[in-house]
C-alpha cells in the first residue's frame, strides 16, 4: 500500500512564501511523474506543477515564476516551493505520483493541505 503524506501547508499574507513537502512511503521502486494540484472552494480541481522521472516539469501559467517544484527521488519526495503567494492562490494542496513501479496505470493522491493567502 502506497501512501503519500503531504505536509508545508497553512496561513500566510500575501508576498509570502510557504515550502509544501509530500513522502512517499511503501513498497516504492520507481515513480514516473510527481506533482501537486490544488483545489479551491466552488472549483475544480487543476495541476500547479508536475515533474517528471527525466526532469521535464509544467507549471500551471498562473504560478509560473513564482512556484518551483523539486523531487528527491532517494526520499520519494516532492517538494513545491511557493513564492510570491496570492490570495488566489488559496487552495488546498494534493500531492499526485503517478506511473508508479512501473506500471503507468498506478496513480496515488495524499490527503491534501491547506495553504491560505490573506490579503
Known amino acids: 500500500q502506497v501512501q503519500l503524506v503531504e505536509s508545508g501547508g497553512g496561513l500566510v499574507q500575501a508576498g509570502g512564501s510557504l515550502r509544501l513537502s509530500c513522502a512517499a512511503s511503501?513498497?516504492?521502486?520507481?515513480?514516473?511523474?510527481m506533482g501537486w494540484y490544488r483545489q479551491a472552494p466552488g472549483k475544480q480541481r487543476e495541476l500547479v506543477a508536475v515533474l517528471s522521472s527525466i526532469g521535464s516539469t509544467n507549471y500551471a501559467d498562473s504560478v509560473k515564476g513564482r512556484f518551483t517544484i523539486s523531487r528527491d527521488n532517494a526520499k520519494n519526495t516532492v517538494y513545491l516551493q511557493m513564492n510570491s503567494l496570492k490570495p488566489e492562490d488559496t487552495a488546498v494542496y494534493y500531492c499526485n505520483i503517478d506511473g508508479y513501479n512501473n506500471n503507468p496505470r498506478r496513480s496515488a493522491w495524499g490527503q491534501g493541505t491547506q495553504v491560505t493567502v490573506s490579503s
Open positions: 511503501g513498497i516504492i521502486f520507481s515513480i514516473n511523474a
